[in-house]
């Protein structure tokens, strides 16, 4: 890590060689370490280090973006000259009025925590000999990203915030079956891979002999990984600002009214004991908890500077690095806890299917938010509040405004989550939802 200060030095050098009527650079250094396993064997153990800069000059409303990843006084020259010249070659926008001017910003504690080699192995080791003492094919990722992000613009922002975190994450194999399992956390001591390879284990061995299941609709057990995997596309395609105000998110329009059951809220909260703390947005803008949905009502949306100056409303710190054409997205989102336990849940499902996680999920359809997907890594059939049996994974055709006006009970408590598959959910419970909907089998 370079330090605020010497990244403070090098923003001011690159906004210095600008002539332009607004430019702002976004910093970012990283360190990250990688160890794989595979087939019950550690294969593979990386690191290495990055750098880069994105610079956005503006000119009459005309916006270039151009990036690299040297620090030296050429490249800086180089990269703010780029983006000028690309925004001389754009159209202007009619939609931008200015970047962000400096605001207060909380500060929050640079923690940076490295992991070792030794550690990382540990943590991969304690899954392989578990998954070994069953017979079983454990593979998976022990991950540890440092990372320092910092924002500069011309009006006089400035923001600097360093982090890091560790991610352990398996897939445990039997003959017909696989369960999954991860823990996320800030420092190595902090990963349970214990409970990582417990539970993955565990996962596998009650999940053999599948047996076919007919599709239908079905009460459904969503554990937090299936949870956050289908709230991970509400984040893009929800309180998102640019498709709000186009009328493509099955929010337009309702701000007020009761979108989703009275026991659903929705709260984006960046500084929450449980998250990876993140201060502020890509553009140096503030963040602050925010409540989405209160009671099943939408109270707010995400607003970034460009949307918010061209709706009229209050930035909300939700701007992804430019060029962002997707708009503002929330990036510490969850599900507010409820009051049941997972057990309590399961009892009270007359017929329905317990889902440990969804996989490749896609949106069919953003209005309504239909998303198509299947199940994977361990799903079993509930009946009369009890687990029966093990079934073979179904695909799924679910509207996620419909699942969550049908949700009829909530988890006592948050869980946070690896990052798989690239979700940015941090904290999910366990969701009962009355009705979803499975339209075919799978071979497996």
């Excluded at 105000?245 to 004991?273: C, R, W, Y």
């Excluded at 803008?285 to 099943?296: D, V, Y």
Aim: net charge negative.
């Amino acid at each position: 890590m370079l330090g605020e200060e010497k990244l403070k030095q090098i923003a001011q050098k690159a906004l210095s060689f600008s002539n332009a009527y607004q430019a702002e650079v976004l910093l970012s250094v990283s360190g990250n370490a990688l160890t794989r396993f595979a087939n019950n064997q550690i294969h593979q153990n990386v690191a290495w280090k990055n750098l880069g800069i994105s610079a956005r000059v503006i000119i009459d409303k005309k916006i270039g973006v151009a990036s690299t990843n040297a620090f030296d006084n050429e490249s800086l020259k180089d990269v703010i000259a780029r983006a000028t010249e690309l925004a001389n070659l754009q159209e202007p926008d009619p939609g931008f009025v200015s970047l962000p001017k400096p605001q207060k910003i909380i500060k929050v504690s640079d923690d940076i925590h490295h992991a070792t080699e030794e550690e990382m192995a540990a943590g991969a080791h304690i899954v392989i000999k578990k998954a070994q003492k069953e017979n079983l094919i454990a593979s998976g990722a022990y991950a540890n990203d440092v990372s320092e992000l910092a924002v500069a613009n011309s009006l006089g922002v400035w923001a600097h915030h360093a982090g890091s975190s560790c991610n352990l994450s398996t897939i445990v194999l039997g003959k017909d079956s696989s369960g999954f399992a991860a823990d996320v956390a800030r420092t190595p001591s902090e990963v349970n891979a214990e409970l990582v390879a417990e539970t993955a284990v565990q996962k596998t061995l009650e999940s053999k002999n599948p047996q076919d299941i007919e599709p239908g609709e079905y009460e459904v057990i969503l554990e937090p990984q299936a949870v956050s995997e289908m709230m991970a596309f509400f984040q893009w395609y929800g309180p998102n600002a640019r498709i709000y105000h186009e009328g493509a998110s099955p929010l337009s329009g309702k701000m007020g009214t009761q979108v989703f059951g009275k026991n659903i809220t929705i709260i984006d909260d960046p500084f929450h004991e449980s998250v990876f703390p993140m201060p502020f947005d890509f553009e140096g803008q503030p963040k602050k908890a925010i409540t989405f949905i209160k009671n099943g009502v939408l109270e707010n949306i995400a607003y970034d500077s460009y949307h918010a100056l061209k709706y009229h409303q209050k930035n909300t710190g939700h701007a992804l690095p430019a060029p962002n054409t997707m708009g503002p997205i929330p990036l510490h989102m969850y599900i507010a806890a409820g009051d049941k336990t997972r057990d309590a849940m399961i009892n009270n499902v007359k017929r329905g299917l317990l889902v440990t996680r969804l996989w490749y999920v896609r949106v069919l359809n953003p209005k309504m938010l239909n998303v198509t997907g299947m199940t994977r890594d361990a799903t079993f059939l509930i009946e009369n509040g009890k687990i029966i049996r093990p079934v073979k994974n179904l695909r799924f055709n679910q509207s996620i405004p419909e699942a969550l006006n049908n949700v009829v009970g909530i988890e006592n408590k948050l869980t946070p989550l690896a990052s798989f598959e690239g979700e940015m959910i941090s904290l999910a419970p366990t969701l009962h939802i009355s009705k979803w909907e499975f339209s075919s089998a799978t071979l497996f």
